[in-house]
């Protein structure tokens, strides 16, 4: 480039060079990322325990004194252990912590270590936890009475109609809560696969929950969520054990 050219040129490249600098210091610097939302909220588990017939008894008394004594335990909100009707070798227990670090005590806590232990060589299946996040809950109506009707409902959402199926069931158990006779109707999301629920119900006697069963919402739903169904809906009835 010639002396004349590089003088007559010297002016733009010092403004431009005074522009670009001035665009870089008044450029903000990027935000920092916001730091991930803590789950604070309750933490719920629902298990399936599954022994074999002779060993029944036995089974029913752990479970039921499990129950008494994690009722005690820090941050416990609801602990209700179930033995399923028809099948009486077959247990749930539902529980509702006030949040994971309440719930991660319990399970580490001396009670819970003895029951699993005397629970293992009892079992004809590994014992099944699952914990889950709220979805639709609603308040508990009413003191469950000794008829009560407990009803826990494993629903598999095809992952392709995960959100559709969601928002399904958050509507049934909407619904639902004002028939006659429930006492509870939750819709809980299990951590490990969203697409998978488990709706638990509680009702006030075995005609409250066949009278819900026929109800225009619910068989609305069954014959929607069909084809958005992964799997079997998989519907079991338990009574309270304590």
Sequence with gaps: MSLNLRAMLAPVLLSLGCGLAFAQQATPAAAPAPAPAMD?????????????????TKARGLV?????????????????????????????????????????AHAAASHTKAFRDALTPLQRAPYDERPHSTWGVGPLAGVPGRGAIYVVTHVDIVPTQKDV?????????????????????????????????SLVEVWKDMKSLEAHGITSHMMEFRGKFMPLSGSLYDERLYKAIN
């Design 165 to 197: 199926g969601l928002e399904m069931t958050k509507v049934l158990a909407d619904q639902s809560r004002r028939d006659a006779g429930n006492l509870r109707f939750d819709a809980l999301q299990q951590n490990s696969r969203p697409n998978h629920l």
């Design 40 to 56: 604070t909220g309750p933490a719920y588990i629902v298990t399936y325990i599954e022994v074999t017939p002779a060993a029944t």
């Design 64 to 104: 039921s004194k499990l129950g008494q004594a994690s009722r005690k335990d820090a941050g416990s909100v609801q602990f209700v252990t179930l033995q399923r009707i028809g099948a009486p070798n077959h247990f749930a227990i539902l529980e509702v912590w006030k949040d994971k670090d309440a719930q991660a």
